[in-house]
């Protein structure tokens, strides 16, 4: 078991450094061998109406000059100890983890990723927990209930959830359920969780069901799928030959079995969920990540969007991370091997 | 009557296809102390009869008649509560492959413990001593460090152990074991069967063995029955029907029993053929197409079911030849043949 975690503490690990690395080469490397001067790659920092001198400048500064291998070290070394950027006119301290300065704001990117985070947490979270539970819980229902109406009426839905994007069906709820009946806040609304747990979740509702209902459908489908395998399982029929009964026939034997592929699955969508994060974030107006990456690409801010990669990709590999090492505890075939 | 009176039961399963007819009147009795054998090739209906008894086709689609009398009380017409609140506890049984049988996800001990706790209304840490003390009593070494692991880190022999001891832990008064040794090697299997023995003697319960080989059962049993597509074809005490058999399905199962020193194909009096169709039956003997003898008894073989008749104190056959055209076959053409085996 300890071999086992340490394994994948040092796969994390591997897996966050190459990201690093291929996120600096699709940024930073690529542009420059596709022919963007470090001139080019400076001038974004200074504005407009630089003089070529002073661009020049400042992409020494930056150290566009350097080798690739130095520029990534300074990367590196930015993250874990800060960096200091020197535009000629006055020199900005970046402190640690530094993932880059803004050319158009002027501000590092940590912070504003710091205070979006909570934003794109909350709305992770909360739709992972409703789509978890509605998803899993519609899914055992209906496999129990296979050919009746509920589990016809519920899998024709899940079968649209899995089809309908996020814009369509967050534009036809805010449309419903904002403007129309008035029953959640319009698009925008955030407030923080400690200012008001309960204005939080209100203003989240929607947002939530939105992007968990793209989600629940895939889990719904999956764990029916599941569980209809599962039930028929030998060992099933041996807990019913103990006596058991039927409920803990199927929570305890039948779903227990069946959790263990959707657990995956959950780990592998949670680290995903941040591209649905996106989408719901500009549906919705939301001030998360998501939200800041549309924004940072329409103005071609290469640090922020980097900042936000760097970010997502984090997410994932700690995603699967924990979801790998809780795989260990609920299947005990893993530990082994 | 019986401590397990099974009268005429018949279960059939709707499908798309026909009605499977995979149990079709069968009656059988069994006592406390007592050994029943059931014999049949795959797919004779041994598995549904067992399920049957113990009301686990409820809730699915198969359709039940007859009935099932357990200790006086009957089963068939008993509520789905209380026919579970019997499973476990008054009635337990042992399947074929340990592996698929156990859950993957909890260790041998938490699958015992349930086992127990569901009818007895002890701590956890009661049940755990006694699901400790089953181990030991199946055989199990090391039974209190054991009682953690799972059971795909068991043998196969182990695992049906742990099986045995789960079927076991609230001392049914019937237990009954399907195929308990098939997925087995031999020498575990000789041990399975000794340990079946020994535990039966012990708990003084009621014990039916299901099988597709007559040899496991001979020795172990007090009577056999011995089905065909549904039905029983022959049914008496095991002297009877494993030294004096008349039925010539009971004879073809003796020809092609499994032995270590021959090849299957070298058994030599093999059945031909393949298991009836449950949906559409032969007509007249289920047997004839594939009975050697079926000429012998001209067009009753294939117009008129023969009817279950006692031939001698209680030994029962299917077969429309007479019964000393039975005996004369016997003791003439087949017994020398199988005695060169
Ligand atoms: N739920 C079901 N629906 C339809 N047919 C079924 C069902 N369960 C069992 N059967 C049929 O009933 C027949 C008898 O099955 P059963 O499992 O009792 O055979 P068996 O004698 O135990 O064979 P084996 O030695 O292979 O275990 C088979 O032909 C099977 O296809
Ligand atoms: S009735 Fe005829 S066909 Fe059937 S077993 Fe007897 S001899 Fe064979
Ligand atoms: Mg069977």
New binding site residues.
Partial sequence: MLTYIIRRLIGAFAMLVVISMVTFGIFYVVPQWAGATPEAMASRYVGRAATPETVHLVAERLGFYDPVVVQYGNFVKGLFAGAQYDYGAGVEHCPAPCFGYSFITGQPVWPDLLDRLPVTFSLAIGAALIWVVAGVAVGVLSALRRGSFFDRLTMGTALAGVSLPIFFTGMISLVVFSYGLGWTPPGGAWTDFSENPAEWAYNLLLPWITLAFLFAATYARLTRAGMLETMGEDYIRTARAKGLRERQVVVKHGLRATLTPILTLFGIDFGLLIGGAILTETTYTLPGLGQYAILAIRTQDMPQVMGVVLVAAMFVVIASLVVDLLYAVVDPRVRLS | MSFLDVKDLKIHFPTDDGLVKSVDGLSFGVERGKTLGIVGESGSGKSVTSLGILGLHKGGRARLSGEIWLDGEELIGASTEHVRSLRGKKMAMIFQDPLSSMHPYYTVGQQIIEAYRIHNDVSKQVARKHAVDMLGRVGIPEPARRVDSYPHEFSGGMRQRAMIAMALSCDPELLIADEPTTALDVTVQAQILDLMRDLQREFNSALIIITHDLGVVAELSDDILVMYGGKC?EYGSAEDVFYRPE???TWGLLGSMPRLDREPTERLLPIKGSPPSLINVPP?????PR?P??E??GD??TTEV?ALAETEGGHLV????SREERRGLWENEIKPVLETQ
């Fill in positions: 074809v039925h010539p399905y007249g003997c289920a047997f004839h009975c003898y079926a012998r008894t009753k073989a023969p299917r077969c429309h030849m």
